[in-house]
Every structure is written in structure tokens, then in C-alpha cells.
């Protein structure tokens, strides 16, 4: 066509005046289409191209949706914060005498008092069961116990399970004997992690502010926890007391809470480790246990143990970054 037209223009000396004027006429209508094709050409591939776009967007949306309400099941979501972490040293006197206790050493990690900030986050709403914990096990056969390298536990890690088997009707009891690496590997098995200590402690509080208790201030007593003056001596069935205001459970007593942290003075430094398996300094416990005192089980209170130790009154849960 385009070989046509130029060869007709050049010749137009030897053509009639009508048959000129045809092919002027053939000739702008030609340059008008092109200019319409060359206009409408980018058009029409950035609408298709919009189209792929939102329809691989749109795809991609809903396996995300899918993803994180898969992921979120049982947890709840912390919003973000930035509230008063530990206890402030002036308060040691009213601590000791409140909780009969006499040494102020015991109150000393949670000082000083400070200002922490803390982003939005997922929290079990349990301890970590030992129905999940086997589900685990029977997927990543390395953290059975017949096969966990020798250096990542104490010798005891689920010193109370049979093979791959927890003790009988113990399937929603918390998981305990669970080292430091493996609530870890657990947690990563799901796509969480471990909690830090900012976020447990602001979690425990379930949007009460400066009070001892994840329920408030009141003592605690046989029907808010599971501690040694339940008389249990020995964990219950995760969720068996009411949860706080997060709708978290047993944030107080029951299984101290193996988190993320290095255990540090306040106020303690962000430490992530590039490779979990190589850390070998104590990690930050919270939440006191069955065999705990009133005192162990306060949001503010501390302790920790070594990342290999794995025993009886020790479990975690998990968190997740939103
Ligand atoms: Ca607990």
C-alpha cells in the first residue's frame, strides 16, 4: 500500500486531475489513519497492560489475604505503642512490702523505668500446645528427640514425650523441656518468631496501664492463674483461666515464656541474631509459672535461662511482625 501511494504521487504529472484529486484524497486519509494508529497504539497497550497489572495485583492480594488469615489464626493483634517498660527503683519499698519480699535485688532488672515504642504485632492467644508442637516435630523430624543436635538442649528436651508422642491427654497442655532453639525453629515453621520482651510486656498489660497484673492490681489468687498457691504444681490446660484484655491467656503463670531477647540491663539494646543457631548468651523468660510466686508473675517481672535449657516450667508462644 505505502509502495502504491509514493508511486502514484511521483507520477502525478501523467495522471488525470480527478484521478489526482482520488489519490490526494487516498493519501490524506492514509496519513490521517496513521496518525490515529500512531496515537491510539500507546493507548491501547498501557490499557492492556493497566489490565494485566490489576489482575495480577488482584491475584496476588488474595493470596496474601489468604496467607496472613491462615497465619493470624489464634493470634490477636497488638497495636502500635509507646509506653512505660520496667519499674522505677522508688517504688522497690511499696514492691517489698506488698509481696512480703525482703531483698530489693529482686526488682533490680526491671529498673529503670523507661520509654519503649513498639510497632504493630501478632501474639498467640495460648502458650504453644503440645499437639502443635508435635505437628511440628512430625515435619521437621531434626527437632524430635532422638535426633535435635546435642547442642541446641540440656539433655532433657522433651524429657516427658515418648518418641514423638506427648504424655497421654496432654494435647492442649503447653509444651515444656523445649530448649531456646527449638521454640525458635518452631516459630519460624510457622512464619512467626519469638516475641521480644517489649512487646510481651506491653501485651501482658491487655491495655492497662502501670498496673502490677495482666487483670490489674488485685493479688492473684486460684481462679485469675495457675501459680503455687493454686496447689497445682504442674501446668494446666492452656486457656484454663480468663484471658486479659487483649484476650491473651495465661500471660500470668501457668509456663514461664521463653522470648527473642539477649538477656540485658535496661534499657536493653536491639540484638537480632543473623543466624538464631549461633547464639549461645541467656535469653529473657517473663510471665512466672505453676510453681511461681504472686511476685514472678507481675507484667514488669524478669528472669532468663541459658538457650540450651530445657525443663519442666518453661514453654513459649509465638509472635508475628504484621
Ligand atoms: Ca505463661
Known amino acids: ?123 498467640d492467644r495460648t502458650e504453644v500446645t503440645n499437639g502443635q508442637f508435635k505437628l511440628f516435630i512430625e515435619r521437621h523430624t531434626e527437632w524430635q528427640k532422638e535426633k535435635i543436635p546435642a547442642e541446641y538442649h540440656n539433655g532433657k528436651y522433651l524429657q516427658n514425650w515418648s518418641g514423638t508422642d506427648f504424655p497421654i491427654g496432654k494435647d492442649k497442655y503447653p509444651v515444656v523441656f523445649v530448649s531456646w532453639y527449638a521454640a525458635n525453629a518452631f516459630c519460624r515453621a510457622q512464619g512467626k518468631r519469638l516475641p521480644t520482651e517489649a512487646e510481651w510486656e506491653y501485651a501482658a498489660r491487655g491495655g492497662l496501664k502501670g498496673k502490677a497484673f495482666p487483670w490489674g492490681d488485685e493479688m492473684p489468687d486460684k481462679t485469675r492463674a495457675n501459680f503455687n498457691a493454686s496447689g497445682l504444681k504442674a501446668p494446666t490446660a492452656v486457656a484454663s483461666y480468663p484471658a486479659n484484655g487483649y484476650g491473651l491467656f495465661d500471660m500470668a503463670g501457668n509456663v514461664w515464656e521463653i522470648l527473642a531477647d539477649e538477656w540485658q540491663k535496661y534499657p536493653a539494646k536491639a540484638n537480632a541474631a543473623s543466624d538464631y543457631l549461633q547464639v549461645k548468651t541467656r535469653r529473657a523468660l517473663r510471665g512466672g509459672s505453676y510453681g511461681g510466686s504472686p511476685v514472678n508473675l507481675r507484667v514488669a517481672y524478669r528472669d532468663s535461662h541459658s538457650p540450651e535449657n530445657a525443663v519442666e516450667h518453661v514453654g513459649f508462644r509465638c509472635s508475628k511482625s504484621r
Open 1 to 123: 500500500m505505502m509502495t502504491a501511494t509514493v508511486r502514484t504521487a511521483s507520477g502525478s504529472d501523467r495522471v488525470s486531475p480527478r484521478r489526482r484529486g482520488n489519490c490526494e484524497l487516498r493519501k490524506n486519509l492514509e496519513v490521517r489513519y496513521r496518525r490515529r494508529v500512531t496515537r491510539s497504539l500507546p493507548l491501547a497497550v498501557l490499557t492492556v497492560t493497566t489490565r494485566s497489572f490489576l489482575v495480577i495485583f488482584l491475584v496476588v492480594s488474595a493470596l496474601n489475604a489468604q496467607t496472613n488469615t491462615a497465619s493470624t489464626a489464634n493470634m490477636v493483634r497488638i497495636p502500635a505503642a509507646t509506653y512505660e517498660m520496667g519499674t522505677d527503683p522508688t517504688d522497690f519499698p511499696t514492691l517489698m512490702e506488698k509481696f512480703g519480699v525482703k531483698r530489693a535485688e529482686l526488682f533490680a532488672e526491671e529498673a529503670p523505668k523507661h520509654r519503649v515504642t513498639i510497632r504493630p504485632f501478632y501474639l
